[in-house]
């Protein structure tokens, strides 16, 4: 039973598989003949395809030489415009460039450098493809004539738009050095161009530079002579001002300032002008002959002492001088920010070179003229010759803001100009010394203070304003050199003025000493105490005696031992008159008659002697009131007591039958007449 049901499965399996086989090989069947129809199929499109290949082929081939002749036909069409472009050139440019260029802006300007630059263009393509067409004759005359005028313009806007700075607006500019704000201020109230009409210069500068044709000549031929006006303005100003401040001018001034209404002739003003100069001028010379004080503002406290020499340099003079470089800064600045754009950057450095050229020459003639007149005065001992320290020290300041001024120029010509002025001050220090050395004016009759120790304490004092300058100028001389290494000083520049001072205080108590010769014994101590006491306190007073410490550290002790010398040199001149009061043998109980006599003789030759000296002593100056008084203790120290015991003596004694005769002066008297010493000059 069981194998009977194994067998009837196992053939319904069978049958299963066989039925499934049927389907595959029916399936099979189905496919291979789907295969050959798609194979039939693509073989027809194969077939097609090739067919339509070879019809297409060609008509790519034709396309794209189209395309290329096509190509080849818009190209040629635009180079033929563009050639026709240049030969069209001049004449539709020709109304613009006729017309000329229009200045008044930017936008206009531009129009008529972009024509220019067509015909440029226009003449590199003739030049290159064509140099033998007519056409291009035609655009280089009209080229050409177009940037005439645009030169002739860019010079025209230029010389409109260029003026001489105002003298009063560099005094402004000047008056601003050391604000911080200087620049802006300086170059705002300065400017004469507009920013526009620099903005068009600037345009028409650049493509002048471009084109090969930069305007450093317009530049150089206006802006150089409106520099060098401003500073021949500047300069005649400044002397019309000096002018105006000296006494001479103020004198005049006030001559001519009556009522209107009042009538004169020119005849009775210009007397009554010489009468009043003259008046003033002998008064002033006779005050500062006896007191050594200046009369005057701003005039030297030995003025005095060297007017007659009309080459001595007044400080107004080296102030203006001064205040020209400073001015000549302030130009050259100006100079250089509008040159900025109008020039290639590398021929800046030539053209501010060649515009400032005529400038610093200027300068240089001023400073040059200045330097020699101050070395003029310090030959006559003037203290005014200190004026030129004060104007090289003004030029050392304006150094650096000169150099930026310069720049890109070579500052050389300034250092030179610099340097120069150094010289003469150092020679002018030497030729001071020298004029002590040789002066020859004598000193006054009273014995006073005289002028060249006044100017001497004038000019060292000015000088020591100028130390920091000085100094160094005095280091690279070889003899202060050597006498600076034997001595140590913190200030180098202080220790070199005291070397020079000690130089001339030197030679001047040596020139006093021999003008002391003139004098009587007595009014030779006067003279010299006068002046050695006036030179020490003047030196103490101004702080030089600091100074001068530091190079003679006994200075001060040695004026004090001079001064008592003097001093014991006065009190040694009343020895001839003492001489009288010393008897020459006892004088007896009982007088005998050459007693007598010699009593007679000697308040006879006493007399007589202090007649005259009294006469000549109270003519005597002696400025100093202590100094005066302390004379006038020592005088009575000194003849008092011997004179009251033989007057004492004498009039206890009958050696006369007229004693008033002989004893003519009491003690008392003597000591008021004493007192009254010095008084008429003091």
């Not at 029916?26 to 291979?32: C, E, I, L």
């Not at 053209?351 to 101050?374: T, Y």
């Amino acid at each position: 039973m069981y194998a009977v049901e194994k067998k009837f499965e196992i053939e319904m399996k069978l049958k299963r598989e066989m039925t499934n086989i049927q389907e595959l090989k029916a399936a099979a069947k189905r496919s291979s003949s789907l295969a050959s129809d798609v194979c039939n199929v693509l073989g027809a499109c194969e077939q097609r395809l090739q067919q339509l290949e070879t019809a297409v082929l060609p008509l790519y081939g034709d396309t794209a030489r189209l395309q290329q002749i096509h190509h080849n036909m818009e190209h040629t069409v635009t180079a033929l415009d563009h050639v026709i472009n240049y030969y069209m050139v001049s004449r539709d440019l020709a109304d613009i460039i006729q017309a000329g260029p229009h200045v008044g802006s930017t936008d206009s300007l531009n129009i008529y450098l972009e024509a220019l630059d067509k015909l440029a263009e226009a003449q590199n393509y003739f030049n290159k493809n064509n140099p033998q067409s007519v056409e291009l004759e035609n655009i280089n005359q009209l080229y050409n004539a177009g940037v005439l005028k645009l030169e002739n313009a860019f010079e025209e806007l230029l010389s409109r738009n260029t003026r001489p700075l105002s003298p009063t607006s560099l005094m402004d500019m000047i008056a601003l050095e050391e604000d911080s704000s200087v620049d802006s201020v300086s170059v705002s109230g300065g400017n004469s161009t507009s920013s526009i009409a620099l903005e068009t210069m600037r345009a028409a500068a650049a493509w002048l530079s471009a084109a090969g044709r930069p305007p450093a000549g317009p530049l150089l031929a206006i802006r150089g002579p409106a520099a060098l006006n401003s500073l021949i303005a500047f300069k005649d100003y400044l002397r019309s001002r000096s002018m105006a401040a000296s006494p001479l001018m103020r004198t005049k001034n006030i001559l001519h300032r009556t009522d209107s209404t009042q009538r004169r002739t020119s005849k009775i003003q210009k007397v009554l002008e010489k009468r009043a100069i003259n008046i003033m001028m002998k008064a002033s010379q006779t005050l500062e002959q006896s007191t050594g004080l200046a009369i005057g503002p701003r005039r030297s406290i030995n003025d005095s002492y060297s007017e007659e020499g009309s080459d001595a340099v007044d400080e107004r003079e080296a102030e203006a001088a001064g205040s020209l470089a400073a001015a000549l800064c302030r130009v050259a600045r100006r100079e250089q920010r509008h040159a900025l754009g109008l020039v290639p950057l590398p021929r800046l450095a030539a053209l501010l070179a060649a515009l400032l050229k005529d400038c610093l020459a200027l300068l240089a003639a001023e400073v040059e003229r200045v330097c020699l007149r101050s070395r003029k005065a310090a030959a006559r001992c003037n203290a005014g010759a200190a004026a030129c320290w004060a104007l090289a020290a003004r030029l050392q300041r304006l150094q650096p803001d000169m150099q930026r001024a310069l720049h890109p120029a070579s500052p050389a010509p300034y250092a030179a100009l610099l340097n120069s002025c150094t010289h003469h001050c150092v020679r002018s220090l030497e030729e001071w010394v020298e004029g002590v050395r040789g002066d020859s004016a004598a000193g006054a009759v009273d014995g006073t203070v005289h002028q060249l120790a006044a100017a001497a304490l004038a000019y060292c004092h000015a000088l020591a304003a100028h130390m920091h300058v000085i100094g160094p100028a005095l280091a690279t001389e070889a003899w202060y050199a050597r006498a600076a290494s034997a001595l140590t000083a913190s200030d180098r520049n202080a220790l070199m003025l005291a070397l020079y001072m000690r130089k001339v205080l030197a030679q001047l108590n040596l020139s006093l000493r021999n003008k002391s010769e003139q004098y009587p014994d007595a009014l030779k101590a006067i003279f010299l105490l006068n002046n050695t006491l006036y030179l020490l306190q003047g030196l103490q007073r101004s702080g030089l005696l600091d100074i001068l410490m530091l190079a003679e550290p006994e200075c001060e002790a040695n004026y004090r031992d001079m001064i008592q010398d003097y001093k014991n040199s006065y009190i040694q001149s009343w020895n001839k008159l003492l001489s009288h009061l010393v008897l020459d043998e006892p004088l007896p109980a009982k007088l005998r008659d050459k007693d007598r006599q010699m009593l007679k003789d000697k308040f006879s030759a006493f007399n007589r002697e202090w007649e005259d000296s009294t006469r000549a002593q109270r003519s005597y100056s002696v400025p100093d009131a202590e100094l005066r008084e302390a004379l006038k203790r020592a005088n009575k120290q000194a003849l008092l007591p011997p004179y009251g015991a033989l007057h004492a003596r004498a009039a206890a004694a009958a050696f006369s039958k007229n004693p008033d005769k002989y004893l003519k002066y009491t003690p008392l008297q003597i000591a008021a007449q004493l007192d009254g010493y010095f008084d008429e000059a003091a």
